[in-house]
């Protein structure tokens, strides 16, 4: 793969692994706290938490911070850290601590002391200043490391992230434990900029988003769609060798549907609201709503007939669209979308054929996974949170599914974590959890037992001796959504897609106008060809159409001369392999389809 990182990366621990880096974090954030407050002293403070990577502080100040002041607040704290500070630590009481606030005159203060519990601890930095804080931290502002913090951003956010609150200032920072720590952070800050899926899904033409269509909601270009179709073509592919039957379904449906299958009940507020003709049959909560899953419509066609155990295992497979209502503040490119493609498929099979299935579904997942390059995973069974009363089912129901995923996993021998309160509402599910390079976590496919939902809709299977009993389903999605997914591939290769994936495989370049006809003609040759061929007929220097193509990230690219044309050659370069030099026509076409065909480079 051409985008891996080189050299054996840092391995960077998120704060809830460190105690050590909690301390750092939590004390660096009151150093900071403490420098604002002695440059401006119109700031208060409210609160200043650790994140995973770092820490931020809120403050009320009446304008807001630039970069210079920054800069400034930093070198304060450089001063303080240097001046090595004790921090220590002070038990109060409610009232001792309500009037030293009050001496402050901090009223943010005041409304945090009113929320916390005892016991009420002060920290102090040296004799010069305080904040109420439950710790830890570290023991001296010496154990900061100077060279090992930096400041990152301002930004508003409202007191309580509440937007009728007042607005407030806050500062990103981040600290650890060294300098290198430090400088693998920044530069995978900068490696996830650079390959950031909205930044490059734009330059690459893949997908855009609208105003007038929606939040959340991709339209997908020329291009974009191009991966799109070569994904699911793929899928289906290896579906079909493995016995799943397509389906297509609608994309609205009775509410009563819903009803049936619990997603009214529990699932509601993830949905778009009903449409309904008229007052009357709103009133009747008669109308129609966007799927937010696939499965009801599915189980309609496996209900069409009565179905007997030698049709069993049945796995229907949709590449189906569901709309989802997800709040707005959470929509960012194509990893939190409301309308999205599930390469969604059900499976009904008798209790008997639960785990075979089971482990097929696996194997289906995992060799996709390995098609994608994505080898980074590990697998995380999502179970239900016994406290809570979210789930439909019986508790028998539960156990007996979430036995049939843990036993399966183990005879497969995958490694796995248990996470409980992560299942669906109607059943348990495996879910497989990617690292991408930069060490940042995804969900892709997942795998569902679903024992409820055969229950609710009744459905039923004759056995060989003619009793009626009751299927098991599957509900399985490998790539999760075509628009995480890709998303998701996007960053993992930073536009650099393999040639089977890539939407242009080759473009050819022609160095004068001599050629263009040639190049034209070739390229419509090869896309009768079913290689994705295009010619620049932008007219460019031959050195821009070079770096055209490169930005473009087409994976091969060829040249064509005076000499090419008379030798019926090209001159091909290759962002796998660089330059390969003059290659027969007919020689890059077989090794282009070859290499398409294998899922290889050129
Ligand atoms: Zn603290
Ligand atoms: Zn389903």
Same mark, same amino acid.
């Given at each position: 793969?051409?985008?891996?990182?080189?050299?054996?990366?840092?391995?960077?621990?998120?704060?809830?692994?460190?105690?050590?880096?909690?301390?750092?974090?939590?004390?660096?954030?009151?150093?900071?706290?403490?420098?604002?407050?002695?440059?401006?002293?119109?700031?208060?403070?409210?609160?200043?938490?650790?994140?995973?990577?770092?820490?931020?502080?809120?403050? /009320?100040?009446?304008?807001?911070?630039?970069?210079? /002041?920054?800069?400034?607040?930093?070198?304060?704290?450089?001063?303080?850290?240097?001046?090595?500070?004790?921090?220590?630590?002070?038990?109060?009481?409610?009232?001792?601590?309500?009037?030293?606030?009050? %001496?402050?005159?901090?009223?943010?203060?005041?409304?945090?002391?009113?929320?916390?519990?005892?016991?009420?601890?002060?920290?102090? +930095?040296?004799?010069?200043?305080? /904040?109420?804080?439950?710790?830890?931290?570290? =023991?001296?502002?010496?154990?900061?490391?100077?060279?090992?913090?930096? +400041? %990152?951003?301002?930004?508003?956010?409202?007191?309580?992230?509440?937007?009728?609150?007042?607005?407030?200032?806050?500062?990103? #920072?981040?600290?650890?434990?060294?300098?290198?720590?430090?400088?693998?952070?920044? &530069?995978?800050?900068?490696?996830?900029?650079? &390959? $950031?899926?909205?930044?490059?899904?734009?330059?690459?033409?893949?997908?855009?988003?609208?105003?007038?269509?929606?939040?959340?909601?991709?339209?997908?270009?020329?291009? #974009?769609?191009?991966?799109?179709?070569?994904?699911? /073509?793929?899928?289906?592919?290896?579906?079909?060798?493995?016995?799943? *039957?397509?389906?297509?379904?609608?994309?609205?449906?009775?509410?009563?549907?819903?009803?049936?299958?619990?997603?009214?009940?529990?699932?509601?507020?993830?949905?778009?609201?009903?449409?309904? =003709?008229?007052?009357?049959?709103?009133?009747?909560?008669?109308?129609?709503?966007?799927?937010?899953?696939?499965?009801?419509?599915?189980?309609?066609?496996?209900? @069409?007939?009565?179905?007997?155990? &030698?049709?069993?295992?049945?796995? *229907?497979?949709?590449?189906?669209?569901?709309?989802?209502?997800?709040?707005?503040?959470?929509?960012?490119?194509?990893?939190?979308?409301?309308?999205?493609?599930? $390469?969604?498929?059900?499976?009904?099979?008798?209790?008997?054929?639960?785990?075979?299935?089971?482990?097929?579904?696996?194997? +289906?997942?995992?060799?996709?996974?390995?098609?994608?390059?994505?080898?980074?995973?590990?697998?995380?069974?999502?179970?239900?949170?016994?406290? !809570?009363?979210?789930?439909?089912? @019986?508790?028998?129901?539960?156990?007996?599914?979430?036995?049939?995923?843990?036993?399966?996993?183990?005879?497969?021998?995958?490694?796995?974590?248990?996470?409980?309160?992560?299942?669906?509402?109607?059943?348990?599910?495996?879910?497989?959890?990617?690292?991408?390079?930069?060490?940042?976590?995804?969900?892709? #496919?997942?795998?569902?037992?679903?024992?409820?939902?055969?229950?609710?809709? $009744?459905?039923?299977?004759?056995?060989?001796?003619?009793? &009626?009993?009751?299927?098991?389903?599957?509900?399985?999605?490998?790539?999760?959504?075509?628009?995480?997914?890709?998303?998701?591939?996007?960053?993992?290769?930073?536009?650099?897609?393999?040639?089977?994936?890539?939407?242009?495989?080759?473009?050819?370049?022609?160095?004068? $106008?001599?050629?263009?006809?040639?190049?034209?003609?070739?390229?419509?040759?090869?896309?009768?060809? @079913?290689?994705?061929?295009?010619?620049?007929?932008?007219?460019?220097?031959?050195?821009?159409?070079?770096?055209?193509?490169?930005?473009?990230?087409?994976?091969?690219?060829?040249?064509?001369?005076?000499?090419?044309?008379?030798?019926?050659?090209?001159?091909?370069?290759?962002?796998?392999?660089?330059?390969?030099?003059?290659?027969?026509?007919?020689?890059?076409?077989?090794? +282009?389809?070859?290499?398409?065909? @294998?899922? !290889?480079?050129?």
């Amino acid at each position: 793969m051409p985008t891996a990182i080189q050299q054996e990366p840092i391995r960077l621990p998120r704060t809830s692994e460190s105690e050590n880096l909690k301390k750092i974090r939590h004390t660096t954030s009151h150093v900071m706290a403490m420098a604002v407050q002695k440059l401006f002293p119109k700031a208060q403070v409210t609160i200043g938490p650790w994140t995973e990577n770092g820490f931020y502080y809120d403050f /009320d100040h009446p304008e807001p911070f630039t970069e210079k /002041d920054l800069k400034a607040i930093k070198k304060e704290m450089i001063k303080i850290i240097n001046q090595k500070l004790p921090v220590i630590r002070e038990r109060v009481s409610r009232a001792e601590a309500k009037q030293r606030i009050e %001496e402050l005159g901090e009223t943010y203060k005041l409304e945090i002391l009113e929320g916390i519990e005892d016991p009420i601890t002060l920290y102090h +930095l040296g004799e010069q200043w305080w /904040d109420l804080c439950a710790g830890p931290h570290v =023991e001296n502002t010496a154990e900061i490391d100077p060279k090992a913090f930096d +400041l %990152e951003s301002v930004a508003g956010a409202y007191w309580r992230g509440d937007e009728n609150n007042p607005q407030l200032q806050r500062i990103y #920072g981040t600290a650890w434990e060294t300098p290198e720590q430090l400088a693998e952070y920044k &530069r995978r800050k900068e490696e996830a900029l650079r &390959r $950031d899926h909205r930044k490059l899904g734009k330059e690459l033409g893949l997908f855009i988003f609208s105003d007038s269509v929606g939040p959340g909601l991709p339209l997908w270009t020329p291009k #974009g769609t191009v991966l799109r179709s070569q994904l699911e /073509d793929f899928l289906k592919q290896e579906q079909l060798k493995r016995g799943y *039957l397509p389906v297509v379904t609608p994309h609205i449906a009775r509410v009563d549907l819903f009803k049936i299958s619990g997603h009214w009940q529990n699932y509601q507020e993830d949905m778009f609201p009903m449409m309904a =003709e008229d007052e009357q049959a709103a009133a009747a909560e008669q109308g129609f709503v966007l799927k937010p899953m696939n499965c009801p419509f599915h189980i309609q066609i496996y209900k @069409s007939e009565l179905r007997s155990y &030698r049709d069993l295992p049945m796995r *229907l497979a949709e590449f189906g669209t569901v709309y989802r209502y997800e709040q707005s503040g959470e929509l960012g490119g194509l990893t939190r979308v409301r309308g999205f493609t599930v $390469d969604d498929s059900h499976l009904f099979v008798t209790p008997e054929q639960l785990e075979d299935e089971f482990h097929s579904v696996v194997d +289906l997942i995992l060799s996709v996974f390995k098609s994608l390059q994505l080898t980074n995973f590990k697998a995380r069974l999502s179970f239900r949170d016994p406290e !809570s009363d979210k789930y439909i089912g @019986s508790d028998e129901v539960w156990e007996k599914a979430q036995n049939a995923i843990r036993h399966a996993v183990q005879t497969i021998g995958m490694e796995y974590f248990e996470a409980p309160g992560e299942a669906a509402f109607y059943g348990p599910k495996l879910d497989f959890i990617f690292e991408d390079v930069l060490e940042r976590e995804w969900q892709l #496919g997942t795998v569902q037992v679903d024992y409820n939902l055969p229950e609710r809709f $009744d459905l039923v299977y004759t056995a060989e001796d003619g009793s &009626r009993q009751r299927p098991v389903m599957i509900h399985r999605a490998p790539f999760g959504s075509l628009e995480r997914l890709i998303g998701i591939l996007i960053e993992q290769y930073a536009g650099d897609f393999p040639l089977w994936l890539a939407p242009i495989q080759i473009r050819l370049l022609p160095v004068s $106008d001599a050629q263009s006809d040639f190049v034209q003609e070739l390229a419509a040759k090869m896309r009768s060809l @079913s290689i994705r061929a295009e010619a620049d007929t932008s007219r460019e220097r031959l050195g821009k159409m070079i770096r055209n193509g490169e930005k473009q990230k087409i994976p091969v690219m060829a040249v064509v001369g005076a000499k090419e044309l008379e030798e019926n050659t090209l001159s091909i370069r290759t962002r796998a392999g660089g330059e390969l030099g003059a290659i027969p026509v007919a020689e890059v076409i077989d090794k +282009l389809k070859e290499a398409i065909a @294998s899922q !290889s480079d050129f």
